[in-house]
C-alpha cells in the first residue's frame, strides 16, 4: 500500500527555523518531492531528493533517508509569506510520466 | 503565455448539467495530469495521459471523463456529478526525468467546482 504521513499544522515565529517531516511506505521510489502551496493557488516545487543526505536550497533544505522512509523539509529565517501549505510527494516513474503519490500536507501558520 | 492555465477558475453545476474543465500547456512538456484536492485530503490522482496516450485512471467514476486530443491540452467532461464531488481540481504536466531534469510537476492553478 502506499502511505505518506506528515503533521497536519504547524506554527512558529518570523526569523525562527522551523522542521516539517514526512514518513512514507510506498510500492515504488524515484525520488521525493517538496512542495509549496499558498492557500487559492497553483502547488509549486519547492525540492527533489533521490538519493541519501542533505539538498540545500537558499532558505529551504530537504533531507532524505531512504532506510527509514523518511525525509524533512527544513525553513530558515522564517518570512510572514513561508505561511503556507507544505505537500510531501513520492515520485514513481513509468514509462515517461512522474506518478506523484501526495501527503495531506502541512499547514504552516509563520506569526510576528 | 507561460506556465499551465487552467479555465474557468471557478464552476457551479447542478448535478445534471455537463460542463468542462480545460487546461494548456505552453512547456512543452509530453506528460498531463488531473489531480482532485479536497480539505485536508492529498491530492488524488485521477487521470495521467503521456504522449497523448491515457496510461492511468485511478478508478476514477466514469462520470469523469479526460480527453487530451494533443500534447497542450487537456479536458475534464463532467456529467451527473454529485455534491462530493466539489473540490479543486488541478491540472499539470511534466517532461521526462533525464540528466538534469527532476521530472517535477508544473500544476495550474485549479478549478474549484462546486456541485449544488
Known amino acids: 500500500g502506499q502511505n505518506i504521513d506528515q503533521p497536519t499544522e504547524m506554527t512558529a515565529t518570523e526569523g525562527a527555523i522551523v522542521q516539517i517531516n514526512c514518513t512514507y511506505q510506498t510500492s515504488g521510489f524515484n525520488g521525493l518531492f517538496w512542495y509549496q502551496q499558498h492557500a487559492g493557488e497553483a502547488p509549486t516545487f519547492l525540492s527533489y531528493n533521490v538519493l541519501d543526505g542533505l539538498e540545500e536550497k537558499g532558505r529551504f533544505s530537504s533531507f532524505l533517508s531512504r532506510s527509514k522512509g523518511y525525509s524533512y523539509l527544513l525553513l530558515k529565517e522564517l518570512q510572514m509569506k513561508d505561511s503556507a501549505s507544505y505537500l510531501c510527494?513520492?515520485?514513481?516513474?513509468?514509462?515517461?510520466?512522474?506518478?506523484?503519490?501526495f501527503g495531506a500536507g502541512t499547514r504552516l501558520a509563520v506569526h510576528p | 503565455e507561460t506556465g499551465v492555465t487552467q479555465t474557468p477558475r471557478h464552476l457551479v453545476m447542478g448535478m445534471t448539467n455537463k460542463k468542462s474543465l480545460k487546461c494548456e500547456q505552453h512547456l512543452g512538456h509530453n506528460a498531463m495530469y488531473w489531480y482532485k484536492q479536497s480539505a485536508k485530503k492529498p491530492l488524488e490522482l485521477m487521470f495521467v495521459?503521456?504522449?497523448?496516450?491515457?496510461?492511468e485512471n485511478n478508478s476514477v467514476p466514469s462520470r469523469f471523463s479526460p480527453e487530451c486530443p494533443n500534447s497542450s491540452h487537456l479536458f475534464l467532461h463532467l456529467h451527473t456529478l454529485q455534491p462530493e464531488d466539489s473540490a479543486l481540481y488541478l491540472c499539470?504536466?511534466?517532461?521526462?526525468?533525464?540528466?538534469?531534469?527532476?521530472?517535477?510537476?508544473?500544476f495550474g492553478e485549479g478549478s474549484r467546482l462546486t456541485v449544488l
Open positions: 510527494a513520492v515520485s514513481s516513474f513509468s514509462g515517461g510520466y512522474n506518478k506523484l503519490i
Open positions: 495521459y503521456s504522449l497523448e496516450e491515457r496510461v
Open positions: 499539470a504536466s511534466s517532461s521526462p526525468q533525464i540528466q538534469e531534469n527532476t521530472g517535477e510537476l508544473f
